[in-house]
């Protein structure tokens, strides 16, 4: 056995070690899969807490923004600002209501009664007629004069009389001292005018007073106020209109004042009416310029029936001009050599071959045209045409072979080449014997046939509103067509290229062409002077390319081009919109 000082384990102790490592066993699968379960719904919980947590939070914020945004715009939306309202300046010296004695109120009440009354019809009156506030010195003397006459001695009256006028002072007096807040305040600064409240009846008939002392006050406040007169205090202002009432000559007064007050009415709604008056003058006289104005762009810029535009036109273009079936040429008798039998008959296959591959190979090529156009309209709807152009018209094909034609030098039995070319150029011209044309295959490259033509079109459009900017057209016409060079360029370099100018008589080609074309298409109008159109278009030439069909012994049909017309117009003049 092994001890503190001895280490080593026996063979029983080393079987006992063995079994009880072997005894201990690992949890298994099942248990780690329920301890991963159990983790994971711990985690789904957690995340589902703290999800929950984060939308009701988001809701409550949402909830609060939408109450903070609505009584914004609820206190937003009151506070609209109020429109004014005119004020009365209160008087500069307004005595006391309570603190003084009875006789003393009633004429103060009077006296800031009158006040009230004459500074609201001085505003009044202002407000409608700013020129009667500074009345000249005559108006004042007249006014003077006027109180002058109102302080005239009053003619004995009867006890009953004294007696009636005490109480219909002391009436007024009760109802300036109740009328007196409410109009220093400016609550209502037309109180002048107001309806009375009672009828009016004379002093000999014993009526109430009140409403008659009342309407003359005013009336006599109101010329105060206009023509500057000093005011009257006491009992004698107040009984001094029912005694005018009673008869002593100065019944004219209130009449007058009246009068007055309403030839200032009518002379402000007369100025007023002349003010607009004067205002739809102006107007029309401004209308009237601006058309006088309009008449005169129309008259300097010249007649709106003629305009120009530009034409853009990317087409394809068949030129149709084949090669003739049959073979070449006999065996020429100036040949001292005559070629051998295999070699004709290579050469007749080689020929054959290059014509075929030239009629698979053939197509038209890329082309397009501009024209500069004048136009001139015929009523509303047709326009004739008229220009100068210039056209470009290609093809392209393939070959595979390069043919040299020999032909004898002046003078001498020598032959000579100019070099090789293609099949094209050489069935153009059918006078070449066999044994003088040589046929050898290379390799493929393109060969291009190009035309450029001087043109002058004349023709006729028809236009026809859809909209108020839209409109479709549809026209025809004729061009007369120069050519100016043509060419025949190949990829080859071995194959020359061969063109013709304007004036070169050796050209096989046609000089001029007569064509004729249709289109049709959509417009829009982008201002009164310019729009644009769109449109296909089809022309067809009249004539054959070549200028001696018959000679070449070749097929020849007419060509023609199939494009697109892109055209930019603009009116002369301002236009019919």
């Known amino acids: 056995m092994s001890s503190a000082a001895n280490n080593k384990r026996g063979r029983l102790e080393e079987e006992f070690q063995r079994r009880m490592q072997d005894a201990e066993a690992s949890p298994s699968a099942a248990v780690w899969d329920r301890i991963d379960h159990q983790l994971t719904m711990q985690e789904s919980s957690h995340y589902k807490s703290g999800m929950l947590f984060y939308r009701q939070l988001a809701a409550a914020c949402v909830a609060i923004l939408l109450l903070a945004g609505g009584l914004g715009a609820y206190y937003l939306g009151d506070a609209s600002p109020k429109s004014p309202v005119a004020q009365l300046q209160q008087p500069t010296a307004t005595p006391s209501m309570a603190a003084t004695a009875p006789a003393t109120a009633t004429e103060n009440s009077e006296a800031t009664t009158e006040e009230t009354i004459a500074a609201a019809m001085q505003q009044a009156v202002r407000a409608d ?109 107040a009984t001094q209109p029912r005694t005018s009432f009673a008869g002593t000559g100065a019944t004219a007064a209130p009449t007058n004042d009246f009068r007055k007050l309403n030839e200032l009415a009518i002379n402000r709604q007369k100025e007023l009416q002349r003010e607009q008056e004067m205002m739809v003058q102006a107007l029309n006289d401004k209308r009237t310029g601006a058309d006088v104005k309009v008449v005169d762009e129309k008259e300097l810029s010249g007649d709106s029936r003629w305009t120009v535009g530009m034409a853009y036109m990317p087409s394809y273009f068949e030129q149709n001009i084949g090669i003739p079936a049959q073979g070449v040429g006999g065996i020429s008798y100036d040949s001292f050599a005559a070629p051998s039998l295999s070699t004709l008959r290579q050469t007749n296959t080689y020929m054959a071959d290059a014509r075929e591959e030239y009629h698979e190979e053939i197509e038209p090529g890329f082309s397009f045209g501009v024209e500069v156009k004048t136009g001139f309209k015929l009523g509303k709807k047709w326009k004739l045409l008229s220009g100068l152009g210039f056209t470009q018209n290609t093809a392209r094909s393939k070959s595979s072979y390069l043919i040299e034609q020999f032909e004898e030098k002046p ?131 009249l004539n054959s390319m070549l200028a001696n069909p018959g000679t070449t012994q070749a097929p020849q049909g007419k060509p023609y081009t199939i494009g697109l017309n892109m055209a930019v117009n603009y009116d002369l003049g301002p236009g019919n919109r």
Request: hydrophobic content about 40%; aromatic content about 10%; overall charge positive.
């Open 411 to 541: 003078g001498t039995n020598q032959k000579v080449s100019p070099g090789p070319t293609t099949i094209f150029l050489s069935s153009l011209n059918n006078n070449y014997a066999a044994d003088s044309m040589s046929v050898a295959r290379t390799s493929e490259y393109g060969v291009t046939y190009r035309y450029r033509h001087l043109t002058v079109p004349a023709g006729i459009q028809y236009e026809g509103n859809i909209s108020k900017d839209w409109f479709w057209f549809a026209g025809g016409g004729v061009a007369a067509n120069i050519l100016i060079e043509s060419a025949v360029l190949a990829s080859n370099a071995e194959v020359r290229d061969k063109s013709y100018a304007l004036n070169d008589d050796e050209s096989p080609f046609r000089k001029l062409q007569w064509s004729g074309n249709v289109t049709a298409g959509l417009g829009k109008r982008l201002s009164n002077n310019i729009s644009v159109a769109v449109g296909p278009e089809y022309r067809a030439y």
């Open 129 to 237: 007629q700013p020129s009667v506030g500074a009345a000249p010195v005559s108006r004042k003397a007249t006014g003077a004069k006027a109180a002058g006459a109102k302080r005239a001695p009053v003619p004995a009256a009867s006890a009953a009389q004294i007696e009636q006028a005490e109480e219909t002072t002391a009436s007024i007096t009760a109802e300036s001292i109740a009328l007196a807040p409410g109009a220093t305040t400016g609550a209502d600064p037309t109180i002048w005018h107001r309806k009375p409240d009672t009828r009016y009846n004379s002093f000999f008939n014993g009526g109430d007073n009140t409403a008659a002392q009342r309407l003359f006050s005013n009336f006599e406040e109101a010329r105060k106020s206009i023509f500057g007169a000093p005011a009257a205090n006491g009992i004698a202002a």
